[in-house]
């Protein structure tokens, strides 16, 4: 009798845990937007999208402004609330490993600037938000200011 009660709670833990492994994923929606910074499209930059726990969406604008967002590589943004970072770096000069060793700090630094303000890289400070849900477009515009 021990025995048969003992296999039948491991049958169903080993039911319960693998139900909760591979495919609890939720199901990703299609996201896109555009990003513009003092009403012009702004291109090459990271758009991030942080959900309260989960995994973060991530995509690239391009030379119009748009952007369309990727989870762990798929396409797609999980249902939810998100808060999002923008950032945009100056291009890097084409320079050897030899001239880049040679940099200050300062120098190295000055090469990293910002196209726009600091404050939209960090998803707390940015005051951007972003509600993902099915049924909805899920199309974002996000008009950047100095």
């Known amino acids: 009798m021990r025995r048969i009660c003992a296999t039948l709670i491991l049958s169903g833990v080993l039911l319960v845990v693998s139900g909760c492994g591979g495919n609890s994923r939720p199901k990703l929606l299609p996201v896109t937007g555009v990003v513009n910074f003092e009403k012009q499209p702004l291109k090459n930059a990271s758009v991030v999208f942080s959900p309260e726990g989960g995994l973060v969406a991530i995509g690239r604008t391009?030379?119009?402004?748009?952007?369309?967002?990727?989870?762990?590589?798929?396409?797609?943004?999980?249902p939810g609330s998100y808060k999002v970072a923008i950032t945009a770096i100056a291009e890097q000069p084409q320079m050897s490993g030899e001239e880049a060793e040679r940099m200050t700090p300062q120098q190295r630094q000055a090469l990293s600037k910002s196209l726009i303000p600091v404050r939209y890289a960090n998803p707390m400070t940015s005051n951007l938000t972003a509600a993902v849900a099915s049924g909805n477009a899920n199309s974002f515009t996000f008009d950047l200011t100095k």
């Open 62 to 78: 391009d030379d119009a402004g748009r952007f369309k967002l990727n989870t762990s590589g798929t396409t797609g943004v999980g």
